[in-house]
């Protein structure tokens, strides 16, 4: 069984900063793609921004320059830093980790969900 457990989310001014945590617990042998995924109310969820274990990132538009994700696979977490935030990322966030499976099948599995809300 693997859980993902999320943190940091929570109360940010515009312009403020928030970093969120994910950590991965079970049994787990490698993890192949960390990422961050949002949803606001009334829409869609929608990707932020992805780590695989060979690049650096890649982030949705509406995110780039002022959100970094980050992972450490030792201690199998997966970060997100959030900064220059606007009203507009104001969401829940969910983390997402792929892993594979004995089967050779990897699954994708998710975390419960941290609200961020950016206002004034």
């Known amino acids: 069984q693997v859980q993902l457990v999320e943190s940091g989310g929570g109360l940010a001014q515009p312009g403020g900063s928030l970093r969120l945590s994910c950590a991965a617990s079970?049994?787990?042998?490698?993890?192949?793609?960390m990422g961050w995924y949002r949803q606001a109310p009334g829409k869609q969820r929608e990707l932020v921004a992805v780590?695989?274990?060979?690049?650096?990132?890649n982030y949705a538009d509406s995110v780039k320059g002022r959100f970094t994700i980050s992972r450490d696979n030792a201690k199998k977490t997966v970060y997100l830093q959030m900064n220059s935030l606007k009203p507009e990322d104001t969401a829940v966030y969910y983390c997402?980790?792929?892993?594979?499976?004995?089967?050779?099948?990897?699954?994708?599995?998710w975390g419960q969900g941290t609200q961020v809300n950016v206002s004034s």
């Open positions: 997402m980790m792929t892993v594979p499976r004995a089967s050779g099948m990897s699954r994708d599995y």
């Open positions: 079970g049994n787990i042998f490698s993890i192949n793609a």
């Open positions: 780590n695989a274990r060979s690049s650096l990132g």
